[in-house]
């Protein structure tokens, strides 16, 4: 099989114009994704198409934890904490180096809605829904403890804390790494490719119409089963398909924010209860430490999501409120994204009431819709979807899932031990290449065992700054075989740069766009509107109106 790189696009397509497929999936986000990979696992024939780059919807743009939802306790959906709380274990296992244990402190403050009775419980209740066992079982803290654990909190509001465990990752290397080993298994799957219309045969679906973004053609993709994984999106499909009747989507914005570790310097992952009875993480990441979410309805351009200032100043007053002696400002903020939750409307609730619950909606024609859910349940949900393909399909017999014990691409460790011992081996080669050793963690956690064909094409790149030629390799070996088409697919999704080492892009922006010009021949004119889009991007992240 060639590699998943933008130069085997025109193979791929050639593929999804000229087959028949048992599923074509529309939407590359982490539903889409978990769906493709379980059906091609089960040897069953998968297109994905997504229409602008994989992740590029909600599923870049989420707090980045693998967790179970302990908000979710106090509204009681207790089956729904059990199941994403017992995926979170399932999902670490298959790619433990980009899926790590996070504790979480959620400090106790005098006037909070609930006690500390009142959360010994919850969190009793939450580890138990989840199977978590031993060390990882959460701890009551005293309120000296928990100054001790988190120096920062305020002495005189405290009164205690519990400590738990999570899982914290990156979505869109997540999402990613599933789409690569879908790909590995057989499916057909490429980006910029949008769903533009249905094709019926005696007024059942059974292909679609689809528009290829980058080199501007149109070609049709035939099947016996299309899902509609479009996220935020899933409505505007159904209305295409003349089935948005009943329950629909009620979206929601979350914004987060991005500083200088040094300017937020927490010991390690809070969740605290904010003045409007919210909850707000903050979350340390390498150099960096964000915060989120709010949650507010959103009826505007779903492509164009904007962080307003009154975002901003709300997550910077709840971080300000529970950290006195922090004190942000707006111009502290280096970075910033904002999504979209795809979440089913329920009459009379408020955003932050709206069930995360996911649901599976056929139309008459036999369009499959996937809404609502979590990162984290992505695997359940697409073994729910194909379970139900299975039965309906009348020429194939259809295996169980495999997913549970499917390594996600870029893991070949035996547990996290060994992803910590590969680290240091890491950091000792990027010693020998004068590279600073922070890289090595940041390498690991984004491409795991991938990162070895990364340090081995260092002293391929140009150039005499060594940073330089870690970021061409990385970028290399993202154009090879991750399918990176644009500056922003690889600094956004593949590296994450964007928000976590925006310092990065803006001193080695020349030769990123160096590297794409030569490598993709693009004309100046095409280097000149990455180079305006990238701009605009770095701009938009940092400055809010
Ligand atoms: P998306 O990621 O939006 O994917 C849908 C894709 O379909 C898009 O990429 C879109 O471009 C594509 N598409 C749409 N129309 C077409 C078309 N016509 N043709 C081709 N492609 C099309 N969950 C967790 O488990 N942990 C968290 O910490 C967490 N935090 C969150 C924080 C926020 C602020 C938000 C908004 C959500 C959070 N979630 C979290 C939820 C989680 O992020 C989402 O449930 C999940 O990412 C949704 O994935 P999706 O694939 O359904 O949608």
Redesign the pocket.
């Known amino acids: 099989m060639k590699s998943f790189s933008f130069f085997n696009r025109a193979e791929i397509k050639t593929r999804l114009a000229t087959q028949h497929y048992d599923i074509i999936v ?8 978990g769906i493709a990979l379980d059906a091609a696992s089960r040897g069953l024939k998968v297109a994905l ?4 780059d ?14 179970g ?1 302990l908000r979710y306790l106090k509204q009681f959906h207790v089956k729904m904490v059990s199941d ?1 709380g017992r995926e979170r274990k399932i999902v670490h296992e298959l790619a433990p180096h980009l899926v790590l244990p996070e504790k979480m402190l959620l400090p106790i403050m005098k006037g909070d809605s609930m006690g500390r009775i009142s959360i010994s419980i919850g969190l009793k209740l939450y580890d138990m829904l989840a199977g978590v066992k031993g060390d990882d079982r959460r701890k009551m803290l005293n309120r000296k403890k928990t100054l001790e654990t988190e120096p920062l909190l305020p002495e005189d509001r405290l009164t205690g804390g519990g400590l738990y465990a999570e899982y914290r990752t990156d ?1 869109a290397r997540l ?1 990613l790494e599933i789409i690569k080993t879908a790909y590995k298994n057989g499916a057909d799957i490429l980006n910029y ?4 219309d249905f094709i019926y045969e005696n007024n059942l679906v059974s292909g679609v119409e689809c528009f290829d973004h980058l080199n501007k053609e149109s070609f049709a993709i035939h099947g016996k089963f299309v899902v509609n ?5 899933v409505d ?2 159904r209305e295409l398909n003349h089935s948005k009747k009943g329950k629909h989507l009620h979206l ?5 924010l991005v500083v200088d570790r040094e300017k937020l310097p927490v010991n390690q992952s809070l969740y605290f209860e904010i003045e409007d009875g919210r909850m707000i993480f903050i979350i340390p990441r390498d150099k960096s430490t964000y915060i ?2 709010t949650d507010t309805d959103f009826e505007g351009n779903k492509d164009n999501i904007p962080v307003t200032r009154a975002d901003a100043k709300y997550l910077i007053t709840a971080v300000n409120d529970i950290l006195p002696s922090i004190q942000l400002s707006i111009e502290d903020v280096k970075s910033s994204w904002a ?4 979440l089913i409307s329920e009459e009379g609730k408020t955003a932050s009431e709206i069930s ?1 619950k996911d649901e599976i909606f056929i139309s008459e024609s036999g369009l499959i819709s ?8 992505y695997r359940k949900m697409a073994d729910n979807v194909v379970n139900m393909i299975g039965k309906k399909m009348i020429d194939k017999s259809v295996p169980g899932c495999k997913t549970k014990k499917l390594p996600l691409q870029g893991n070949s460790f035996s547990g996290p031990r060994e992803v910590s011992s590969f680290i240091q081996s890491v950091e000792k080669k990027l010693n020998e290449l004068d590279i600073p050793r922070h890289y090595a963690a940041y390498l690991v956690h984004n491409y795991g065992d991938q990162t070895t064909v990364i340090l081995k094409d260092i002293e391929n790149q140009r150039g005499n700054d060594p940073e330089v030629k870690l970021i061409l390799a990385e970028l290399h070996f993202s154009v090879e075989n991750e399918m990176v088409c644009t500056v922003l697919d690889f600094v956004e999704r593949r590296t994450g740069r964007l928000y976590f080492h925006i310092e990065t892009i803006q001193k080695y922006r020349k030769e990123i766009l160096e590297y794409f010009r030569e490598k993709f021949s693009w004309s100046d004119k095409k280097v000149e509107e990455e180079k305006n889009k990238l701009n605009k991007t770095i701009e938009n992240s940092q400055n809010f109106n």
């Open positions: 529309i939407g590359g986000g982490i539903t889409g994704a198409i997504e229409k602008n994989f992740a590029s919807g909600t599923s870049s743009k989420s707090t980045k934890l693998i967790h939802g994403v979505d999402t490719v949008e769903a533009e994984a479009g996220g935020p999106w505007d499909l929601t914005k979350g914004v987060h989120g979410t999504g979209l939750r795809p995360r996937m809404a609502g859910g979590k990162l984290t349940g």
